[in-house]
């Protein structure tokens, strides 16, 4: 019998890591996907993934909004009790037989107390890693509501049996976001202008001779730092002298504090040659990853991805503290002197090898094959 | 400096948990209790805690209506999220230094998500027990969202620790609703007429002889079968011969079920000695209990306060599930026939001695000893 | 083309009301009937009007839980909030033609200001009349949110207009309730047993030799008097010695302090024939209603229906001041002499004739042909 | 004894107008009031009116987010949801003697509601007009749902009474914005460099030879239309040749389309001298007002104040029609051509005297006077 998979995807980047599972799960004989779109997913001013979900051909079953203005600690504990509210009708709706929540953004605990509350089992991608931020709690709190962990590494599943799920339900599939990685980096040529694609405010530079990409979320437990932590960056990234590829963040408690950082930094500093972009494809991010001097900021593309494309990566500050990485990365802290240092020791010792750590791009289909051959259940107990 | 410490009471038998933890914070100099009566505890048809609040002299600071009527899962799952967005709100009015979180029902999740992500330091009053039903979820889930943990029993502080959470945020003072237990214990006889006192449904009975007090509360995961295993219940109860004492279940999805179980026996078997209440003061309840032949039902009363008070305990079904017990308890499935017999066999055995195991009398002031002294942080990550 | 037609009904007397219109609606050739069930019109304790309409044949596309339990005037304003944000959610799944409305109950605004904010055609049926509560600032609120009224009377018709909404778009089609009450005049004898048919709480009464039916709602603005006014109606009905048929109210802030009462009533006058119904079917209802010495309370059934089938009614307080009434109707306040007197007296005249100042029982065809010609559009503008 | 008068502002415009009633509300002997700010008001990328209240010294007592993210009609009626549940909240803590709720967006309607479901008196700020949009509807629900009317014209007190409004319960009090105008035409010379003090974007121009102020809203209920119509306007501002002084608009449905259109304009004409603002503190919008060639747009202030100060202005589409207008205003169409030309109309008439129509610049000493003296009371009923 079919299984009604529902996956509730919540934002621009999430949608980028599931996008090969979500095509495995569409392209199975044995499972039907229930695509829901939420939270900051929907909007277009964090990137709308929801366009480029429709346009990946994805038939999108429910639409939640639950993003509650005001980008502070208040409105994101409001928006996550919006969202559970709104989802558990959405599950009335679809009677899935699972649902599958992805890593650990706030939102994702509302998907899996909904299902959980409304005795559905709840399959989590991508449990048991460790970083450092508000993150942590919810990834955690997330497994334990789970039925299904569909992890990316070893270390990862280690770490969900420690917690108390039993063997069987844990079960490393990889990361699907490599799965994208893997296509690109079979023809890893940028084969388009980033400029005139995708449009974005700065001037048009010249990447041939090398180029800086930044990606730096807010860190939510550190509120008030996030505008001078943006200014360390900023900062470091112009003196480095190579063109920036700047893209902005997405939502979250704390990103007015970055935002105006951002803006301020261009109000005073229009000579640089720094360009800001939205958003892109996942495959042209990629691609523009694979031919980068350096990626640099607090993203975890730049371990995930990076580590398998073999990108140098800048990671700075906590945020990731505690993720398994590869040879590819260098950690500093908020401090524009180390970040430019890091780049330039990273010129130094050439490009890493590619490291399947977090997949071999096969992970997709492996996590539609555990979702229509695990059994699902919504009975669980402490292993100990 | 004082700490101001928020607790929130969502229903009447989590209020008669820590109602000596709270006696302890209001009185502790360098505590200021904030407490915040929502859910259930506010509706007369699950008891009305708040009146035994106000009664015990406690200052409400805020009362927050969450519980969306339906009575089914979908509305467990809503309610939940109202109640999140609405402390969201309370906690911002509130500013407290750290957040109280109690047990494992479902609003309990509430608390902790709405604290957290307000990055309010969550302790957890009762983490780290085992037992089987979607409370199971709930309470690893909030231990996983919480910064300090006041467990029960020391194999409790061993569970939570295995999940990952650092030692010296675990501490074991034991159960505050044993210290109300305690303070029964010491002066056992029953001082009032339970009919005449409280009312209720049903003839006023005989007790001289002995009684049943039954307790049990629909199982959620089992919502269909809350009607049939109700009547399994009720029907043993009858055969035993002796008076009963039937306390309402509180708020739950599937309360509908046992609701009309309890109804329609009513209205079938008018001749039996039943008497229904709806709820009484926590002391009144346990010195009836000290002189009851058994407690018969699924309640955690049974095995918590019943081991200190050496009370005979029949517990029906999965509910407390791995649940430490002492050897005051005879577990028995939904079957009218094994309840009987264990009801029998109790009064073959003997009262059970006194067993500590889930508290000595203190808790209440070593909660709030903790909450004065403990480190209250928001950082936190697994230990492995 | 097809019309889709969205009728939200959120409480029993309102789906009693309109079924005449549903069914005429759902058999249209012209239009497509959206039926959603909300509010109270969910709930077991409040009569399960969904039950009510499963049986009826209507197919539900949407069932909206948005009661907040507390029935104070706090939680009435909240379930209107949540009622608001979960109908925005069904009319964008629905994208019905035209959104229908019923009546004054506090829910029907939000049904109102949903389907206004999404500009869709509001269609408002049983505007214009005058009633004293606070009812009536909803009703006509409800009325300046709405395109097209169908309205029950000409002097309904006039003040609808005189409200500012141009003349096209104001239409006398009688009341759909009296359609049923159409039917039972027909043959208007008992063919049930109410007390076996219904069950309910109290003695099974005979019924020969006259009775009285008692339908009495909380009056929301006059909150902390309700239980003083629901005795009052009581004791005249115990002392009248007729055989009382009381029906429960539905749910509204205030409808604490009338259920207990109720309840205390019933505690300490164990001997009076009075026989508790929580719903019955519309037809055995009006039936009851035709063979009975009189109807008291506050009911609009005694008005409307009650006029049309000659009943005699004692209407109580304030709750109907201001409604349009024939000849069958004494008015008196919360007194029980007052209200004894009234019963007498009305046997003392004799049985008043039917009277169609509310319809003539073809009001069900003519909504529904009104709703498939009549110009649907969101503009408006007062006409001075 | 001092009333507790809540005033609800939820946007940068209501708070513009209500500020000189807020003060005298603030200075009054008999009069506490409680301020509270909520929806747009707090959000920066509406002009953070919340900044400018505390500003000016008001004491905020609560504060409310209740936009949910996504600029649709959807969540344009789910933040109305929002909002009524959260004020429910806020005036429960609060207790207020009335409630104040201004104008006729659609958030105000959730304050109408709020209050009139807990029974609180409430008073309604510039209802009786007549414009063409969904804030029609908005503008005469709120006056049904109103106890106390102050309106700002004679023509409004007349409309307010034929909706069936007490004649004793509506009082012209003037519009308390022109309170800020009368004090800003005192002086009217610009004072202030807009550019140096307002930042914003575009070059700084010179305006000593004139310039236009253009306001242009998104009309809700023309959705799609949002980006032609507000590309009229930019190509008309662009035609004209005067230095264009461009105000950003507040949120509301449909504001997408209009940004978009802003945004594509300035990147496609990045020579014009256009400068584009988020918004300014009134008195110096005011002042920049007095000084402009023309007001250009849709907004209410053209008429309003620059009826009072003598401002040419041309309004444009819809949105404005049936308000009163001095001889001030010249209507036009979504039309580049025709905008154009009414500006190069008044430029040839000359500048027009000023028009008391909407206030002698005293309206908030007599809003204040009228909230301490006026009966309060919840009941109403039509007057026909």
Known sequence: MTRRICVVVTARPSYSRVRSAL???????DLELQLVVAASALLERYGSAVQAIERDGFEIRHRVYMVLEGENLVTSAKSTGIGLSELATVFDNLK??????????????????????MNIPVVHIQGGEVTGSIDEKVRHAVTKLSNLHLVATAAARERVIRLGEPEATVVVTGCPSIDIAAAV???PALDFDPFEKYGGVGPSEDLSNGYLVVLQHPVTTEYEEARRQIEETLYAARDIGLPVLWFWPNVDAGSDGTSKGIRMFRERERSTSFHFFRNMFPEDFLRLLCGATAIVGNSSVAIR????????????GSRQDGRERGRNVIDVGHDRRAIEAAVRDHARRGRPPSDPLYGDGRAGQRIADCLASAPLTIRKRLTY
Chains 1, 2, 3, 4 share one sequence.
């Open 23 to 29: 095509q495995a799960i569409a392209a199975h004989d």
């Open 96 to 117: 899935p037989d699972a649902v599958v929540t992805i890593a650990d953004r706030y939102e994702t605990l509302a998907t899996a107390v909904a299902a959980s509350y």
């Open 185 to 187: 980096a079979a023809t």
């Open 305 to 316: 991805e990076g580590s398998f494309l073999g990108v140098p990566a800048v990671n700075i």
